[in-house]
Every structure is written in structure tokens, then in C-alpha cells.
């Protein structure tokens, strides 16, 4: 029902502004004899609530059976101050692997989803200049709009604000740049997109980072004034290496690691109803107690998950209540109150 209400606010532009419902919508809560809506204001608008609750009201009671309740509260500048360096950006977390095809970019996707999801404004910034995943996970290849200042308007989309290489090149087209190229490009992905173009800050910017360890992440730590970074490995030997190395990258540059997400932990076979443990058990676990990181979540194979980053319709929107999506959603509230409240 959650997503049928997200999905039924998606084009609603409500009465008197250029605003969408859903760009305001802060938080969904269902139960058995309602169902309340919890919208965020900015500061300095002054408007009826009673117009706009009423105009909500009737497109949600299009599909929803349940009692609608709807609430409004006033967002203050005074309670959020961006501590990024990015405009418009209160939080940069990091996402890294140190090794390319562990399922980062998935990861990432579907943390930020589930990480809205919890009320807070999100965005991701793709910055795998050579091989960037988000437009073919969102299925989004236009060019984003240019405001005055040549600042570039990041795409929304479930949700989410969007920003990668990938919406300004063609889609098979091959980047070939040298190192000071891809400082230069992620520079500029940092310092010219309007976040807050709508009027409302983020408050959590994922950074999609490329595999390695090398200019593209050196930057980002150097530019951006990171809240933490979360590594992303599968259990294997191989993956763990590299993680290692990742980790050590943001130690030496003072970066707090938020911790360890093992992707394809293993694999339950819908047919026996075993588990087989295809890049070993446990890998993960051992490197977190080893390395004194927490272990986050262990997010197993799964043949919807990967059909769904092919399609560009994230696992999390179309299966908002499978296991997979409940941890990501543990994972999002270990992130909130480690980071917003920490």
C-alpha cells in the first residue's frame, strides 16, 4: 500500500505552487485502522495546508481504503547545518569496494532508497567516471537541465536526487581520461550541481565511488568533507583484499568506517530450501571482528535483485517488504543515528 500512495503522489502538483506532493513527503506510517502521511514545509512558505490536504487526500482515497491522515510540519535551516562542504548537502557517506563486481552500485541504490524511506531527503552522486551503473539502474540516459551559472540540475527520481557521468556522456560511449581529467570531473561533480535546487537540502548524499583506490576516491576524500564511508565486499578472499585496502585508504585520510555490507552472502535455493554458501561463509564476519568494523547486513544472491538493477526498477521500490528490503532498511537506521544523531 506504501508504494501504491508513493507511487499515486508521484505526478500531483500541489494547488499553487510548482511543487509535487511526493518531493515533500516525508514520511508513510499503516496500520489497521489508518493511514498517515507526513509532509515537510520549507521555512519561508506560507500557504493553506487545508488546500493542499485536501488535494492529497483525494488522490490517495483513490487507492487507499483506510482513513487518510494527513500531517504538515514546518522544516527550520536552524536544525540541519550542512557539515559536507557541499552546498545544499548536509551528509557525504561514501560508498567503496577496492574491487569492481561486488554489487556496490546495487548496494547503493537501494541503501538510498531505503534510507528515504525514513523520512530524510537523499540523493546519490555516481562518480565512476569509466563505468558509471546509475543510468542503466534508473533507466534514466537524458542530459541533465543546465541552471544559471552553468550549475547542473541533478535528475529526481524515486524519490531521489541523481547525479552521474553517465547523463552527460552517450550511453556506449568509452571515457578515456587520465588521472588530472577524472579529478577535474569529480571536482566538478561536487562543486557544480545544485542539490538544493528545490529549495530543500539533503540530508544524506551517497557517493558511489569507484572500485580502487586511486585518484577519483582520493579526491572525494580530499574535497568533501566525508561523514563516513561503508565498504562493500562479497566473502571471498579475493574481495576481502581489496576491502582491506579501502578501508586502510580512508584511515589514512581520517574517514570513520561505518562499517562492512557483504553482498552474495549466500545463495537459498527456492528448490531444497538449503543454503550454499558460493564465496565461502562467514568471510565478511571474520574480516569485521579482525578489523573491529561493524557488519552492517549480509544481503544474499537473488535473482530479483539482479533483474531488477538491469531494469532500472530498484529492488527496493518493487519489493518493499521482502527480507532483502527489511535489512536494507536495518542497515538505513544504523546510518540515521549513527550519522544524523551521532
Known sequence: ????????????????????????????????????????????????????????????????????????????????????????????????????????????LNLALATQSLGLKVGILDADIYGPSLPTMTNIFEKPDVAPGKKLIPHHKFNL????????????????????????????????????????????LFIDLPPGTGDAQLTMAQKANLSGAIITTTPQELALIDARRAIKMFEKVNIPILGIIENMSHFHCPGCGLDSHIFTKDGAHTECLQQKISLLGSIPLDIAFRESADKGEPFFINYPSHPISNIFKDIAQHIKTEVMHG
Open 161 to 204: 536526487k541523481l547525479m552521474s557521468m553517465g547523463f552527460m556522456v552517450p550511453k556506449d560511449a568509452a571515457v578515456i581520461w587520465r588521472g588530472l581529467m577524472v579529478q577535474s570531473a569529480v571536482t566538478q561533480m561536487l562543486g557544480d550541481v545544485l542539490w538544493n535546487h528545490d529549495g530543500f537540502e539533503l540530508d544524506i
Open 1 to 108: 500500500m506504501e508504494t501504491a500512495i508513493r507511487q499515486s503522489l508521484q505526478n500531483l502538483t500541489l494547488p499553487g505552487t510548482t511543487l509535487l506532493a511526493l518531493d515533500l513527503l516525508e514520511h508513510i506510517q499503516i496500520d489497521e485502522t489508518k493511514a498517515l502521511l507526513v509532509f515537510r514545509l520549507p521555512e519561508d512558505f506560507a500557504t493553506s495546508n487545508k488546500t493542499w490536504e485536501q488535494a492529497i487526500q483525494r488522490e490517495c482515497e483513490k487507492i487507499c481504503p483506510l482513513p487518510i491522515m494527513i500531517s504538515f510540519h514546518r522544516h527550520t535551516t536552524k536544525e540541519k547545518v550542512a557539515t559536507s562542504g557541499i552546498v545544499g548537502v548536509r551528509h557525504v557517506i561514501a560508498i567503496a569496494s577496492g574491487k569492481g563486481g561486488v554489487g556496490k552500485s546495487s548496494i547503493c
